[in-house]
């Protein structure tokens, strides 16, 4: 299970605009576009990668976005928002085989608009850890959540 990089960090927000309006004016990151994921995200670059992901958090978040994310924590303050940590990967197959074998629970997700195949699952300390794959190592695969599912 090579990891290829680090890709983002997913933060829940309570105001959207105001904290990309402080990640652009205080740290000079750039908004860029983003997928429709059906739920308000914005994509914020660093050098022409999207490295920060920002969505609304808190208890009043739509029922797609708690599903597709996985939401655990409803904070949208203090370091209870950043909601998980992703890497690019290769080599699904081994990686799930390896993870069953190590008793790791994991979730399966198909992210149809950014050609990636994901896997979700926690660290020892509950931190929700995504493992991307390209899309092209999951032919054949279905998600337990597929985003075009979702309403």
């Known amino acids: 299970m090579p990891l290829t990089d680090l890709q983002h960090l997913l933060i ?9 309006d402080w990640y652009v004016d205080v740290l000079g990151l750039q908004e860029g576009p983003h997928p429709d994921f059906g739920f308000p995200v914005r994509w914020l670059y660093l050098g022409g ?3 920060l992901h920002l ?3 808190g208890a009043a978040v739509s029922a797609q976005r708690q599903q597709y994310v996985g939401q655990q ?8 928002v950043v909601d998980h940590v992703a890497f ?3 080599g699904l197959d ?3 085989a390896r ?6 629970a994991f979730t399966e997700r198909r992210a149809d608009l950014v050609a990636a195949y994901q896997l979700f699952l926690l660290d020892p300390n509950g931190v929700k850890v995504e ?18 599912d979702l309403t």
């Open 73 to 80: 924590s409803q904070a949208v303050q203090g370091t209870g």
């Open 99 to 104: 993870l069953k074998d190590k008793g790791v």
């Open 131 to 148: 493992l991307n794959f390209p899309a092209s190592e999951a032919a054949g695969r279905t998600a337990e959540v597929m985003r075009k």
């Open 49 to 51: 990668k999207d490295v």
């Open 94 to 96: 081994a990686t799930i």
């Open 55 to 57: 969505t609304e958090g």
């Open 12 to 20: 829940q927000v309570a105001d959207l605009d105001a904290t990309v």
């Open 88 to 90: 690019g990967a290769t």
